[in-house]
């Protein structure tokens, strides 16, 4: 089975490695340029989020809603659906979380990691 291109041959800082049909929760803490945590406390700046996992040409391989775990100290965390991690999307990705305001507007990103979906041996 032929597979897109993945995102080996970009270096990321966050790694998450998962096998073909986990349903496992991960976390993530929002970071600034300074790598301290991002205060998540005012709901009107950070409503809601997406969890978004893409090849590198841009298509979604999954997405859903994240959980704020602690707001004060920039913890989130999403659950791994069904569909997430399936035999058809192994390979490594790149992934973002979007966070939007209580506008529906985007109003910050993390910094993107690398997502790896593993076929079980």
Same mark, same amino acid.
């Given at each position: ?15 998450? @490695?998962?096998?073909?049909?986990? #349903?496992?929760?991960?976390?993530? =803490?929002? $970071?600034?340029?300074?790598?301290? +945590? ?26 859903? @809603?994240?959980?704020?775990?602690? #707001?004060?100290?920039?913890?989130? =965390?999403? $659950?791994?659906?069904?569909?997430? +991690? ?36």
């Amino acid at each position: 089975m032929a597979h897109d291109a993945s995102a080996d041959m970009i270096p990321r800082d966050v790694e998450y @490695s998962v096998k073909v049909g986990s #349903r496992k929760t991960i976390t993530l =803490s929002l $970071t600034d340029s300074c790598n301290c +945590a991002v205060a998540m406390c005012c709901a009107c700046v950070y409503s809601t989020g997406t969890w978004k996992v893409f090849k590198p040409c841009g298509t979604i391989v999954f997405c859903g @809603s994240i959980v704020y775990t602690t #707001r004060a100290s920039g913890l989130i =965390s999403y $659950t791994l659906g069904a569909c997430d +991690a399936t035999s058809a999307n192994r390979g490594s990705w790149a992934g973002e979380v979007e966070y939007k305001n209580s506008c529906a507007v985007i109003s910050d990103h993390s910094q993107t990691f690398r997502f790896n979906i593993n076929q079980s041996v």
